[in-house]
């Protein structure tokens, strides 16, 4: 295991933690043996499309990252990504359908959780990524959000695809790390195929990355259960 986020990120960038998502395809079976949740079609289609016109008329700012002190800090070499405030409707909206899983993940996850954090939207463009990171370390000094959390959600708004073409993205793979117990795998970074309306969860102490868009724009909103 790693001391701290940073010495993980240290050891991932020497294997190249990017190249090893890129292209590969794990099927769903296998991530869930794995401890990543997935549901499709959590929200449809319809629902994607009204949500990404919400954050194509919200107020965007650029995402921060929480790096060990008593905030967050814009560090755009971890994580370069615009974060997006939608219309509170929007939001409570997603909160709803979000806190409805609330049953299912404390026992899927064996944790007692009966809340979630306001969704955050984020929008990934060319170039953007979130490096090696974990939602909840552990760490006694951090703000009460993010010491609370327990289940991390991202649900897809958009699909990830080869081309990259009409609404989809290429690139920005979410990938999963010390998922395999074999200590030669611990580099290997496990991706899941982002789809529109796709929720994915898995627990708040999991390294994980979106590596670099490369076309597209790329749509997801996060959350944390507590
Ligand atoms: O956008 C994503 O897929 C994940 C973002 C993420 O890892 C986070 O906000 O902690």
Known sequence: MYASP????????????????????????????????????????EACESLKASVRAGSRERAKVYEGGTDYVLNESRRSAVRVTVSDTAASAVKERLLAKCEDFSRRFGVGVSDCQEPTFLVYKPGDFFEPHRDHAGNQNAPDRVRRRRVSAVVFLNDESAAGVGGDYEGGSLAFYGLLKDPRCRHVGIPVRGMAGTLVAFRSDVFHQVSPVTKGERFTIVSWFF
């Open 6 to 45: 940073r010495e993980f990120i240290l050891n991932a960038r020497g294997a190249e933690p990017f190249a090893s998502a890129r292209g590969v395809r794990v099927n769903t079976s296998i991530t869930t043996q794995l401890g990543i949740y997935t549901e499709e079609g959590f929200l449809d289609r």
